[in-house]
């Protein structure tokens, strides 16, 4: 029942039935802990964790996840060091939490600590604790100990793949990701979205035309061309290589758009000198109801840089008041 208030959304109907409950066992304080994290309760979830009675790995597991899911990573390596203190062992989930709050706060001692626990207990083999390794020593500028845990892994998948790839981004070692996407084609390690977009960021960064082409290439075969979120990724790699043509192309094949998209595409032809283009395919957002916002008009005011189309400028200022 306490789960399926929560699941609704009725979290006063929840609070109402767990206080009338004549027993409260320990599912159902999990069950109220666990309703108000996915409900972003979470000071109400940690002033109901503390009045507990007993916990178990779950109950340690929810608030560590709540607290991680609402990006509040300094509690949970608190509440993670308190658990360890209780002798109750983390679990797979409970280990991927900390290890995020971890990577999110740049704490590489307990990181560090985590790790060994990891090894000990064997959840090393998980490709799922290995990706949340491989994330927080990336994020901890430990490129090295991140390509150890992607050495040692048993298995490789697109999901640890996928890590040391971002991982690499992040720390602008561009060249490295992009091998890294390469050898997973060559493994037959199908990429996902995200890959192809981490891929595309790191062709984008290095200006690198053939290989964003080549990367294009691999989103078609794959069916993933049509996507969003890989077709704005496309957009603005073609835009920063200056390959404007090909990103309008990309542009009209996508079924889907969204804001980024529009303004990628506006601003792409507006740096390029496209004016024409970019004030024609600003009609076509004023005509398809999707509404500018502050990059739209960025992109605007870079056609005023050409004298050609101050006037048409100023008219779509207007719009704008």
């Not at 609070?15 to 000071?43: S, T």
């Not at 491989?134 to 090295?144: A, D, G, L, Q, S």
């Not at 992040?170 to 390690?189: E, I, P, Q, W, Y």
């Not at 496309?234 to 920063?240: P, T």
Request: hydrophobic share 45%.
């Amino acid at each position: 029942m306490i789960d399926g208030f929560f699941r609704f959304g009725q979290v006063e109907r929840a609070e109402r039935f767990f206080k009338q409950m004549p027993i409260r066992d320990l599912a159902a304080w999990n069950a109220m802990l666990h309703g108000y994290c996915e409900n972003a309760r979470v000071d109400d979830a940690m002033k109901l964790f503390e009045q507990m009675p007993s916990r178990n790995v779950i109950s340690w597991t929810s608030m560590i996840g709540g607290l991680d899911q609402n990006s509040k990573s300094e509690e949970v390596l608190i509440v993670f060091e308190r658990m360890f203190k209780s002798s109750v062992v983390p679990n797979q989930t409970t280990l991927m939490c900390a290890l995020s709050a971890c990577a999110n706060a740049s704490s590489l001692p307990l990181g560090v600590h985590i790790h060994g626990h990891v090894f000990k207990s064997g959840f090393c083999l998980s490709v799922f604790v290995c990706a949340s390794l491989i994330t927080f020593y990336t994020n901890c500028k430990r490129i090295e100990k991140a390509t150890q845990v992607f050495n040692e892994a048993v298995y490789r998948n697109v999901v640890i793949c996928m890590a040391f790839l971002t991982g690499y981004g992040l720390n602008g070692r561009h060249v490295d990701g992009l091998k890294v996407f390469s050898d997973m084609m060559r493994a037959s390690v199908l990429p996902n979205q995200s890959s192809f977009v981490s891929a595309l960021n790191s062709c984008c960064s290095l200006e690198s035309l053939d290989r964003g082409k080549e990367v294009h290439a691999s989103t078609v075969k794959l069916q993933l061309g049509s996507d969003v979120f890989v077709g704005n990724s496309l957009v603005v790699m073609y835009n920063k290589c200056g390959a404007v043509d090909d990103a309008v192309e990309v542009f009209k094949r996508l079924r889907e758009k969204n804001i980024v998209t529009w303004n990628a595409t506006i601003c792409g032809c507006a740096q390029h000198g496209q004016g024409m283009w970019a004030m024609e395919l600003f009609s076509q957002m004023i005509r398809g109801l999707v509404q500018p916002d502050e990059i739209t008009l960025t992109g605007l005011l870079l056609l005023r840089l050409h004298s050609g189309m101050l006037q048409k400028g100023r008219c779509l200022f207007r719009y704008f008041g």
